[in-house]
């Protein structure tokens, strides 16, 4: 609470009566002595209340006061330049002195006041009907004081009451002595008017206040420096405003081109921003013929002598724009600025989440926009928070505090990222009372996305899995819940379906009804919903109200990771240990991902109190499973690719933990890595110390950023598409339920010979369903092996493995049993040939992990792995290992069918079984 410590005594001391008797027999010359003191002590105290007055007048006279005796002062000349406040105690006690003696004076109680203001000591709150009362009778500098005191208290504790001046009350006195042509209050309105957070930005306010400036009255007696000068830059003001932003007419800003390029030139003090404005109308075109690559040129001449340049020209440098795209340079542009130039912050943030000339950087990203005071920033940051609950940053009430201020401004987006933000689980803002509070006149205006998120929020724990939802006594009924979603649904809004949802998951407004809840998530994932997405994941994954389908919660899991979901890339990358058996997933979602992950810090545990030894919990068992099959040099490569997607990991602290967690083996591999492409010098031993870990380093920067996975990756349970020229599905269906029937009606042998041939054709251009029923019998139908050649089978069966279809039961030991069957024939060489003609020709094969998951069954099979190392070595292929099926000869099989591309054999047998299938379909129409 405030405590009063001032208080103004308006009336005059009174004067205490003489109580005692005259003494009659005094002297006549003591008389004499006490009138000469007592006139003494009189001129003394005109002196010093004289002195008082004038010292108060000449340190705070106010503006636009008409009985002002001095020149004016204005409100921030009243601090000292050293900042000694207490010259400004010293002026505060005169004017006290000076106020009490000579009340008559009304100025001096005001010029008291905006000292007492300024000062800013307990007991001010006491001062405010006082200044409320001369506001009222039309002071501008009152009007102003009351403003002042509500800027430097609004963000108070709740302890501290009831707001003695609220903000509207705050904003209107700002207005009023404003529109009294009060200098400072100009000034502030033009900073709100360019940065807010109180008052909504708008360039068109800028420049009519920067008018007002212009015109504004005389601010007393013999105007200062300051106030000569703070006019004097309003004219570049308003021409910088109109060429910098859009909504102005081409006249306008031609006009203010022309006054920006004759102060550029002029070299005035000022000229530099005139400089860049110009500069900057010429690259967007604004009052001028547009020349990006002139504005560039200028910029570069420039950006040695103005660091104020250096924002414009990284953006430039980033886009492209007016030359050569150079986003490194632009970054470590950006990075030698941040801490002299506001816009380089946010800027810089904005490249390191892009992710687009270095891997994203989401951390440090996130501490730039906090450093920042822009409001676009801190809009920014508080949508990308939610994502990094576990991230602290530092003052998170400031950033309350400046988008409050903004959402109730009106600035868009304010509001709305401050609400989400207080719904998320990030403890530090997690409010969802207040967040309500602020939805709910967005929602009324008619704002969907507030209205949805308020509707959302009508239950507590509503997403819970520990807590039962219980319903808040505010807002929406359960018949207008039911109403919003019968209408949202009707318009396709994806919140309508997650919502109806989530209500049907738990039993609330709707029975519970799981089927028909995961129902609603796949019509939400369908119309975009990211979460809808990680929703109907997980139910695929849990058999919730749907059967369990691991392929299904890996398609849905990858399109919200795909838009961007960590949450759901979370899930991909914890879901890989455990695809030991279907095979399902890639060694960039599963150890790439994982560790990227980790790097960024998203939902690392202990917090950092586990130190190096954290890395070595989080990632055990990662390396055991199933990435044990595509060989170390594939897994260090998918290591290594994980710092290209989050270079934070690269910081010796983390680097170092991560490096203990790493098998002795990937060690190796990723030092033997760096060692054959020249970054290091040592010995590949695996110790991975100082030398290994600068180096890669190094070899991340040179490598740039990890793009998008391949299609091939990230569909690898995808058939491969047929050759074009291909048949219309419908074609296709009709000729295989044909085919299919007669195989299933054939008895004699000829007719069985004729199925199976028709069978073989579908099988070349690449249908699943036939390739399936005769690799699964040709083992045991030596009618089979009279028609399917064994190369053609070895085909088919390597597209059932790295296609894994829907219905295909244990196609592992189908293959190793056709194997088996080839090798009794005599038949192996076949196997092996076929094989590095398939790798050549199905780019998912080049995957290590798919393909060491695969040929990890030849060598269940006789003669299988022998077949492939000699095909190899036929072909001539170098790096090959002792063994057809070990790391060496896989990864060595994997480069040369990348360097010798396809080999067109598929393509060729699909093309003319397509003709084939044309043909009998053609027959049977007859």
């Not at 001095?70 to 106020?99: H, I, N, R, W």
């Amino acid at each position: 609470m405030l405590r009063p410590v001032h208080a103004l005594v308006l009336s005059c001391l009174a004067l205490t009566p003489f109580a005692g008797t005259a003494l009659g027999a005094q002297a006549s010359s003591e008389k004499s002595d006490d009138a000469g003191k007592k006139a003494a002590d009189d001129a003394a105290k005109k002196a010093a209340l004289a002195e008082a007055i004038g010292t108060c007048d000449k340190g705070a006279s106010a503006p636009l006061d008409p009985e002002a005796k001095a020149p004016p002062v204005q409100y921030g000349e009243l601090f000292p330049q050293d900042f000694d406040l207490s010259k400004l105690k010293t002026l505060a006690d005169k004017c006290q002195a000076a106020m009490l003696g000579a009340p008559q004076e009304k100025r001096l109680a005001l010029e008291w006041l905006r000292v007492q203001i300024a000062l800013n000591q307990p007991g001010l709150t006491f001062l405010l009907p006082q200044i409320k009362l001369l506001a009222d009778g039309g002071s501008p500098e009152a009007n102003y004081l009351l403003y002042e005191f509500y800027s430097v208290h609004r963000h108070d504790g709740a302890d501290a009451g009831p707001p003695p001046v609220t903000r509207d009350m705050a904003l209107d006195a700002l207005q009023k002595a404003g529109k009294a042509g009060h200098l400072t209050a100009l000034e502030t309105l033009l900073r709100q008017y360019v940065d807010g957070p109180l008052l909504r930005r708008d360039p068109h306010k800028v420049v009519e206040t920067a008018q007002r400036v212009i015109d504004a009255p005389a601010q007393g007696q013999s105007p200062g420096e300051w106030d000569s000068q703070f006019r004097a830059a309003m004219p570049l003001l308003i021409a910088r405003t109109t060429l910098e932003n859009d909504g102005f007419s081409s006249k306008e800003q031609q006009k203010a081109f022309h006054a920006v390029e004759t102060d550029s030139q002029a070299g005035t003090n000022g000229s530099g921003r005139s400089a860049l404005a110009y500069i900057k109308a010429l690259r967007l075109g604004r009052g001028t013929q547009q020349d990006a690559a002139k504005a560039r040129q200028l910029l570069e001449a420039r950006v040695g002598s103005d660091q104020y340049a250096v924002p414009m020209l990284a953006d430039m440098l980033a886009k492209g724009e007016g030359g050569a795209t150079d986003g490194k340079r632009a970054i470590a542009m950006l990075r030698a600025a941040t801490k002299t130039v506001a816009e380089a912050g946010p800027m810089l943030a904005g490249l390191l989440l892009d992710g687009k000339f270095v891997g994203r950087q989401p951390r440090e990203a996130i501490q730039l926009l906090n450093g920042s005071w822009g409001l676009d920033a801190g809009i920014r940051l508080a949508n990308l928070l939610p994502d990094y609950d576990g991230f602290q940053i530092d003052s998170p009430d400031q950033l309350v505090g400046r988008l409050s201020d903004a959402a109730e401004a009106g600035e868009p987006g304010a509001a709305l990222a401050l609400a989400r933000l207080q719904l998320s689980d990030d403890q530090q803002f997690k409010n969802e009372d207040l967040a309500r509070t602020m939805l709910k006149p967005l929602a009324d205006a008619g704002d969907r996305d507030a209205l949805w998120l308020y509707a959302s929020t009508q239950y507590a724990n509503l997403d819970s899995t520990s807590y039962s939802p219980s319903r808040r006594d505010d807002g929406l009924s359960d018949d207008q819940l039911k109403a919003l979603i019968d209408e949202g649904e009707a318009k396709k809004e994806q919140q309508a379906y997650l919502l109806h949802a989530k209500l049907l998951r738990k039993g609330v407004v709707y029975p519970q009804d799981d089927q028909k809840a995961t129902a609603m998530l796949i019509n939400a994932a369908n119309l975009g919903s990211v979460e809808a997405m990680v929703l109907l994941g997980d139910a695929y994954d849990d058999g919730l109200g749907i059967d369990k389908n691991p392929r299904e919660r890996l398609h849905a899991w990858r399109e919200a990771a795909r838009l961007g979901s960590l949450k759901a890339k979370s899930k991909l990358a914890n879901a890989f240990t455990f695809d030991s058996f279907n095979h399902l997933m890639t060694l960039r979602e599963g150890i790439t991902d994982r560790i990227a992950l980790y790097n960024d810090g998203i939902g690392r545990m202990g917090a950092g109190v586990l130190g190096n030894d954290a890395a070595g919990i989080e990632l055990s068992g990662l390396f055991s499973g199933p990435a044990s099959s595509a060989g170390n040099a594939a897994v260090a490569a998918a290591v290594m690719d994980a710092f290209r997607e989050a270079p934070a990991g690269l910081a010796e602290e983390n680097l170092v933990g991560i490096g203990k967690a790493l098998p002795d083996e990937i060690r190796i591999a990723i030092e033997t890595t760096l060692k054959s492409e020249g970054f290091y010098t040592g010995e590949p031993k695996g110790y991975f110390g100082p030398d290994a870990r600068k180096a890669l380093a190094a070899w991340v920067d040179a490598k740039g950023p990890l793009g998008d996975a391949p299609a091939s990756q990230a569909t690898a349970t995808q058939q491969a598409a047929p050759a074009p020229g291909g048949l219309d599905a419908e074609v296709l269906n009709r000729i295989r339920d044909k085919v299919f029937a007669q195989a299933q009606a054939a008895k004699a042998d000829k007719q069985k010979l004729a199925a199976i041939k028709q069978l073989g054709i579908l099988a070349r251009y690449g249908d699943l369903p036939a390739r399936w029923v005769l690799v699964r019998n040709y083992h045991q139908a030596k009618a089979i092996r009279s028609v399917v050649t064994p190369e053609e089978i070895t085909r088919y069966a390597l597209d059932i493995l790295v296609s894994k279809p829907e219905g295909v039961d244990k196609p592992e030991f189908e293959f190793i049993f056709d194997l088996t069957q080839i090798a009794q024939d005599r038949k192996s060489k076949a196997v092996g040939s076929a094989t590095l003609q398939a790798i050549r020709d199905d780019p998912r094969l080049q995957d290590p992990l798919t393909l060491g998951a695969i040929m990890g069954q030849f060598a269940f099979a006789p003669d299988a792995c022998d077949s492939v190392l000699a095909a190899a070595r036929k072909a001539g292929i170098d790096g090959v290992g002792e063994d057809g099926c070990d790391e060496d000869t896989r990864t060595a099989l994997i480069a040369f069918a990348k360097d010798k591309g396809a080999s067109g054999a598929d393509a060729a047998a699909r093309k003319a079984a397509a003709d084939e299938v044309k043909a009998l379909d053609a027959q049977a129409a007859k």
